[in-house]
Every structure is written in C-alpha cells, then in structure tokens.
C-alpha cells in the first residue's frame, strides 16, 4: 500500500517559494529565516536548485547547521517530480512544518508550472504561501524591467507573476532611489505588496515572517508568457560550476583568496554582465561563501574566522551574461592565477541552459 504524508504527520506542510533574479538575496534571506524559525521552535527543511551540481548554497546551508537538500540538473518547474521527491524525503526525516524552496535565479512561470500542481495535485500535504519574488534594489535601479531586453524580460516577468515582492538591498540605494525602483514594480504589478529589506539590519525582517508564518495562501492566476523568449534570456547566460581540491598550508586570507580569484573573473566582463559569481570555501576551520554580484563583492561568513588552513573545497558557481567556453576559459585562468594549493579539480560543468520545458504547465 502506499503511504501518504498524511498519515505521517497531522498538518499541512507549509510550502514557502522565494524566488527572484540570480544574486538578488534569496539564499541570504532564506538562511536567516531559517535561523530565526528554528530558534522559535518551527522545523524548517530547506529546498536549494541549480541548472547543474556543485551548490555554494547547499553548502553554505549546511554550514550553518541547517536541514537543507538539493534539487540539481534543472529547475523546480523542469524537474517537478524531483522536487517533490526531496521535499517528501526532507518530510520524512525531519518533519518539518515548513519547506522553504529556492528556484533557480534565471527561472519564472513559477505560479503556472510549480506552485498549481502543488496546489491541484497535493493539497492535503501542502499548504502553499503567496509566491515571494525578490527585487535586487540596486539592480533595477541600474538595468531596469525592459522588456526589450532579454534578462530585462525574464525580471519583468518574474516581477509581473508576484504575489509579494521584497524590495531586497535597500541600504545600497537612497530612499528616493527605492521609490523609483517600487513604481517601475507597481506599474508592472499594480496589485502587489511590496516589502522594503535589508539584510544589514531589522528593516523589512518581520514583516517577511509575517507573510511566511501566516495562514495566507496563494491564490494568484499565472500570467502569460512568451517561452522563446524566456528560453533565450537564460540562453544567453553561461554557467560554470566547479569544485576543487584545496591544500592551504599555511593558512591564507580567505577574503584575499575570495577578493582576487572573482576580481580576476569579473575582470573580464562588463560589471552588469556578471549576473552572479559566487564561490563557498570549507576548510576543517572554516567556512565562506564570498559574491560578485555587479561588480559587487561581499562575504558571508559560516564558519570560523577569515583564515582557512588544511585540506578543503572551493565551490565556484558563476552565471555571466557570456558564451559557455569564454566562461570556463576564464574561470579556469582565474583559478590558476588567484588560488594557492590546488591538488584537482573534482567536478567541473559548463554550459547554457537549455529551453525550459516544464513537467506541468497549469493555468489554472
Ligand atoms: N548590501 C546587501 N547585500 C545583500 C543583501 N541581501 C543579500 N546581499 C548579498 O548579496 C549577495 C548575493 O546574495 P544571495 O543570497 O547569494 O543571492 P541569491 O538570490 O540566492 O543568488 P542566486 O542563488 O545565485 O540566484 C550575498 O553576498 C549577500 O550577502 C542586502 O539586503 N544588502
Ligand atoms: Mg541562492
């Protein structure tokens, strides 16, 4: 006889989606909630995706001693059955109230393709909260929703399918600024709610919890889109995923070694391109993810201090507006010239997406 979740545990597992353009704050944001969850008593599982293998945000979950798994190879929507496979097999270990679940940056359609079929085909296991679309603050303020260009549509669109937008990175534009970017989504997306955040301080925090742990629920139709177009915005991107064998001794500045290799490789792109590079080094004293995001670089620190000594891994995943061969051509430069003490290279991918092809497509 099969089992059913629901014959495991009593209540709905609230099923929580956050998604938004690569390097937007999704993980940073999930992370923390999961933290602050956790602290009061609600077991949390948490649901990573990436076009390939080799997650910096899995690993960088699991360093911060959260219940986390991965959905790899294609995104929620492509991959359907996958994910629901981990989210059972999350429910099943660790009995959680919640799955909080990160899409891939590139993806949208997720009202049509994700969040329907969980609501038509397992409404008794999962309750599923409005779909939450970050904003990179600083990103629209730069590059805008233009429809005209390909990325432009792919964020407009994921803007136009939300139910609730974080205005994420609010400290790195001025108010008026933030205002500009919450009309250009209003005249997108005139219903939705907005929330201001910032992952420096309290500003948005609880308000976000609030739509998180509340009873609302997602009651959005999707809205039309053009999947050539779609599949040509993340065509145009390049993805690199690489994991390599480190030996540091002695030790080094993990922010030196973060700093220089994703200079090196953003050095070679035009800042807007690098949609995201980020790279997670483990060493047996520490852990750091470092991003460039725009040119941008910042550190969020898992473990221990800045100084990594003794065998690790370093995990690079970078999305640039790039061919798939430029991109790995540079990352591989990049790495012999920035990283000390590279014994191999375990696992290395490189590519464009491919045309997204979702398992399910439900309009209503
Ligand atoms: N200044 C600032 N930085 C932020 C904020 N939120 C996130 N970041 C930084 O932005 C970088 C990218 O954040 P992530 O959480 O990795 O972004 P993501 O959306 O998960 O990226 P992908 O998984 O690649 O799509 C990280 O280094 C964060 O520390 C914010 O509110 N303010
Ligand atoms: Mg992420």
């Known amino acids: 006889m099969t089992r059913t ?21 999704k993980t940073t944001l999930i992370t ?8 009061s008593k609600v077991n949390v599982g948490l649901i990573m995706n990436d076009q390939a293998d080799a997650l910096v945000d899995t690993q960088y979950s699991h360093a911060l001693g959260l219940d986390s798994c991965e959905v790899s190879g294609g995104c929620f929507c492509c991959r359907f059955p996958d994910f629901m496979k981990n989210a059972e097999k999350l429910i099943d270990a660790s009995k959680p109230q919640m ?61 136009c399918e939300a139910e609730v937008i974080v205005l994420s990175k609010a400290d790195l534009v001025t108010p008026e600024q933030l205002e500009l970017v919450r009309s250009a989504v209003k005249e997108i997306n005139p219903a939705v709610r907005t929330i201001t955040y910032s992952s420096l301080g309290e500003e948005g925090f609880q308000e976000i919890m609030g739509v998180v742990n509340g009873a609302q629920t997602s009651d959005r139709r999707p809205t039309d889109i053009d999947y050539s177009l779609y599949a040509q915005a993340e065509a145009e991107l390049g993805w690199y995923n690489s994991t390599v064998a480190v030996e540091l001794v002695p030790r080094v500045d993990a922010f030196v070694l973060g700093r220089r290799f994703l200079g ?101």
């Open 264 to 364: 090196a490789l953003a050095d070679k792109y035009p800042a807007g391109d690098v949609a995201h590079a980020k790279i997670m080094l483990v060493t047996p004293v520490s852990a750091m993810k470092m991003s460039c995001v725009q040119g941008r670089l910042t550190v969020d620190m898992a473990k221990g201090s800045r100084f990594a000594e003794g065998r690790g891994q370093l995990t690079v995943n970078a999305r640039v507006i790039s061919s798939p061969e430029d991109l790995r051509r540079n990352a591989r430069s990049a790495l012999s010239e920035t990283v000390p003490g590279i014994v191999e290279v375990e696992v290395e991918e490189c590519f464009s997406p491919s045309p997204p092809k979702p398992f399910h497509r439900m309009k209503e």
């Open 5 to 25: 979740l629901g014959d495991l545990i009593p209540e709905k597992v609230r099923m929580v989606i956050i998604g938004g353009f690569l390097g937007a704050g």
């Open 99 to 159: 799955v909080i679940a990160e899409p891939v940056g590139s993806c949208t359609d997720l009202l049509a393709t994700v969040v329907n079929p969980l609501k038509a085909m397992y409404s008794e296991r999962f309750e599923v909260a409005p779909l939450i679309i970050m904003v990179d603050a600083a990103r629209a303020l730069s590059e805008g929703f233009d429809r005209n260009q390909l990325n432009g549509y792919l964020r407009r669109h994921q803007v």
């Open 32 to 39: 923390r909630m999961a933290k602050e969850l956790m602290s």
